[in-house]
């Protein structure tokens, strides 16, 4: 196991070392919160390879309240119980693991909880990275520390009272885990005589670097990742307030003194604040290696919006022109991992991936992108509409901080079209759609709308059948369709239909095993007019359109 240091946001400042181990590593993992955005990831996304495993380690709380018995801390010390388990199977299983860690992976890191737990069962080696501080006093411009003068760093949930009698009893500071902290720390600051010489860092290094004075923050701004600063010596070179002026007044050494490389400076509409907005760049097929930079492809010219897609159910064949263009013009991809990989990697486009139990997280995020300009493609796999992300995004759009952004959704094949396709025609007739999870909606509204298709005798295609921890509702819906169904019943079992590992069987009802199915799997269960019919190009499955008794034929036309 690897714990990589990533540096505090630009991927340009990933080390060397950190960015040969992401390339070479058999698993990827990460941490982000409910909503699915993991910052680490993003950073590391330029040196990643196509087809690592990945592993999103989601925290089931940060900011809000849990009902779990031992409160706050014991949801967390679970969750990081949990969370080493899933790395120990890799582990032990003879896979490299490559955790991932925003600055340095042993200051104050999620890294270390699984440094604890899982470095004395296996071999484990920390790649250190450049912390936030650095970063943060690269941006500010000026030295922290000099001479025997001492740094103190802090973290920003201390009491006023302790954070200020530090504040005093030291000559330069770096308080850290700001976010809803800040009006404490600006209290301290204040109360410590400090203020006037402390200055505010938000998200050093990153496109979405700032840099103000810490008494001009507006503590509705503030972000956890940010810090602010307490330079111990007198400062010898312009700081903010005078750049501020120059950069006001189009000095051409403005840029260069405010940040390295080819950056873009943006005077905000407050007094004393510098947005820095660096440009995008383009990855080389060699993990590591940087070819080109090029601007932002958030354009003002040009609206955002979110287009929601639907690549179909595997095969490459499957995905419309429509949708191939909408991929091709999207600045920014956002969805389940597995999805976005599916996805061709175009020079200067952002992906946002994600876990696949966070829709509505990833809807919000999408939303948001969008409203700040960029062009953004939610990606499902099927059709988008059929227990995918539109509904999701739609739902998501009503809420009213929304209103201004476009939301279109484009079709595609979806998995019961494309599993009927391979036997013929099962789903010839009237038949239901649903999905078998009883994550979103419990299982007592499953089993009424099983059995209430079941006694109208219609065929169904039924989604999410199973998955590692949802084994035994697929028994439980056989023995609920035997109560309307004949045992003889054909039931279709197509597996990554499209894929690499396509398999596709027909077996009656009655001899269904939930053990031959996964969430990977459709199953069609037919209708009493279904027939399955062995020829020499196979077993044939047809649903037929007439019932004899009543007359119901198809139409002249049709």
Known sequence: MWGVGLGPGDPELVTVKAARVIAEADVIAFHSARHGRSISRGIAAPYMRAGQLEEHLVYPVTTETTDHPGGYQGAIDEFYEQAAEVLAGHLAAGRSVALLAAGDPLFYSSYMHMHRRLADRFEAEIIPGITSVSAASAALGTPLVEGEQVLTILPGTMPVDELTRRLR??????????????????????????????????????????????????????????????????????LLRAKTAAAQHGSPNTRTALSTGHANEDIADRPGQVVIHRPDRVVADRPGQVVADRPSQVVADRPGQVVVVGLGPGAAEWTTTEVHEALSDATDLVGYTTYLNRVPSRPGQRRHASDNRVESERAAMALDLARRGARVAVVSSGDPGVFAMAAAVLEEAADPQWRDVPVRVLPGLTAANAVASRVGAPLGHDYAMISLSDRLKPWEVVAQRLSAVAAADMAIAVYNPASSQRTWQVGAMRDLLLEHRKPDTPVVLGRDVGGPTESVRVVSLGDLDPAEVDMRTLLIIGASTTTAQETDQGVRVYTSRRYARSGDAAAPDA
């Open 169 to 238: 009893d030291t000559e330069a500071a770096a308080i850290m885990k700001l976010g809803r902290t800040y009006p404490n720390v600006r209290q301290a600051l204040s109360d410590s005589g400090r203020l006037a010489d402390a200055y505010y860092v938000e998200r050093a290094s990153s496109t979405r670097q700032r840099v103000l004075r810490a008494a001009d923050v507006v503590d509705a701004d503030v972000p956890y990742f940010s810090i602010t600063l307490v330079p111990g010596p007198t400062p010898t070179t312009p």
